[in-house]
């Protein structure tokens, strides 16, 4: 952990983070016990942790006095905003930047409204917590979550360029999106202003080494499917494709064996379907046997043989 990244816990539900929307901000301390009666006894134990980038001039009066005094910019919509875009593409075209003098500023007073926030939350009883300090507690990390919201808006074109880059058919541009905006918000609570940096310079490192990471794995994963997935197709392809051979192969044997009984003689039919095993695969007989069995010799056998084969195909050109 950062030396100067300080923390504290808050009494409050089950919840274990500070949630990064407004309204559970504004919601922070409201326990199931506190619906019924403020300041009652909770039935779930847990805690609320804030963390926040300590400095010294949070100790001193006239800079505190001055860093509050800050305000925060409103959010300008642009004129030249498409109409037919989505809800966050029009917040990306119309939201404009911050100087980089400017975020530090806002940086500032973030961190300053969370060490507030922690030092009045400090003396907080957990079993009875007072209401005023609550609602003191809670108007803090309310302002500190709008300042946060208001960076992270200004730095969104900033997540869209890094996404659009990123994305590739194992990593959607809608997931890259995503995650770099949760990974934009982490940056914004953990980014040191008093060393000196460019906020952009180290969220664009933060995003993007995690976002390799992940399109990293992604890839891993894809590479170990794949082969799994050629294999389950040619498999079925080979499946199905048997299948399919068995029924024209079946098809084309019905159709044979109507053509033998409507035009072939008896004893004509009776030798093909010896000689070739029609009515049974596993019974296929020589001439010689057939011959035999018939009465007849082999090469007549082979003469009717040819000659009900040829008033086959005689059937069927006609």
Known sequence: ????????????GRRSRLQPSTSDRLNLFESPAKKSRLGGRSDHGGARRISFIDHPSFYESDARREILEVRVPVAQSSSGAATGSTPFFSVVRSVGTFANEEQLQLFRLMNLLKSMACTKAVNLDARRPNRRILTEVNALLARAGQVRDRLAEANLRLVVSISRRLACRCYPFEEVLGDANLLLLRAIDRFDYSRGFRFVTYATQVI???????????????????????????????????????LALRFKQDSLMS????????????????????????????????????????????????????????????
């Open 1 to 12: 952990m950062n030396p100067r990244q300080r923390t504290t816990s808050l009494p409050t």
């Open 208 to 246: 993007r080494r995690e976002l390799v990471r992940q399109l990293l794995k992604r890839q891993h994963q894809l590479r170990i499917q794949e082969p799994v997935q050629a294999e389950w197709l040619r498999h079925e392809m080979d499946r199905r494709h048997t299948s399919e051979a068995r």
């Open 259 to 318: 053509a033998i009984k409507r035009v072939l003689p008896e004893r004509e039919r009776k030798i093909l379907t010896l000689r070739f095993g029609l009515e049974d695969p596993h019974v296929t007989l020589t001439r010689d046997a057939i011959g035999a069995l018939l009465g007849i010799s082999s090469e007549r056998v082979r003469q009717l043989e040819k000659q009900a084969i040829n008033r086959l195909r005689r059937e069927e050109c006609d």
